[in-house]
């Protein structure tokens, strides 16, 4: 990438998105105003990693290092944050905003509780027209069923 560019291309921004503690520290530092201490963000994504608030101290301790040693000086070098070793501040830089709009769900994002309405439908009317002798109605129960599911899970269980 060349020092003029100012945008960064797909690979770049598949790269910085290919690692869920990168995407979580652009999103944490989005939601604080494009700032926060190291501290800060090891402190976050290790009580997400971990599911305990506080975090255990050796998660806290992972997290800082790959922050400190990995993800930092490679979203800096993409221009993306600005790391401060000395301080340890870090913050967001224009560029940022090009990841995020990555990061942000598409409107009607595959609309899950649409599809979770027009299973729950099939399978009522599938239930229905085995109740009336219709040939076949089971078989299609099952498919209409996993719909459900799965589009029950996208919309609710994430």
């Known amino acids: 990438m ?3 560019s100012t945008t960064l291309d797909q690979e770049e921004i598949h790269d910085v998105l290919r690692n869920e503690r990168r995407r979580e520290l652009i999103s944490f530092l989005t939601r604080h105003d494009g700032y926060a201490t190291i501290q800060e963000l090891s402190e976050h994504i290790a ?5 305990t608030e506080p ?8 997290v800082y290092v790959s922050l400190h040693q990995t993800h930092l000086p490679k ?15 870090v913050r967001l830089r224009d560029r940022a905003t090009q990841i995020e709009g990555y990061m942000r769900p598409a409107n ?21 027209a085995t109740l009336v002798d219709v040939d076949g109605g089971l078989a299609a129960l099952p498919v209409f069923i996993v719909i ?3 589009a029950s899970y996208q919309a609710w269980g994430r």
Not at 55 to 62: A, H, K, T
Not at 79 to 89: I, M, P
Not at 108 to 128: F, H, S, V
């Open 2 to 4: 060349s020092e003029e």
């Open 75 to 89: 979203l800096e070098a993409l221009g993306v944050v600005d790391y401060d070793t000395d301080s340890k501040d």
């Open 108 to 128: 009607g994002d595959g609309r899950p509780e649409l599809y979770a309405g027009l299973g729950a439908l099939g399978a009522l009317l599938t239930i229905a």
């Open 55 to 62: 975090p255990p101290r050796n998660v806290r301790q992972s």
């Open 47 to 51: 009580a997400l990693e971990s599911g």
């Open 148 to 150: 459900i599911l799965v």
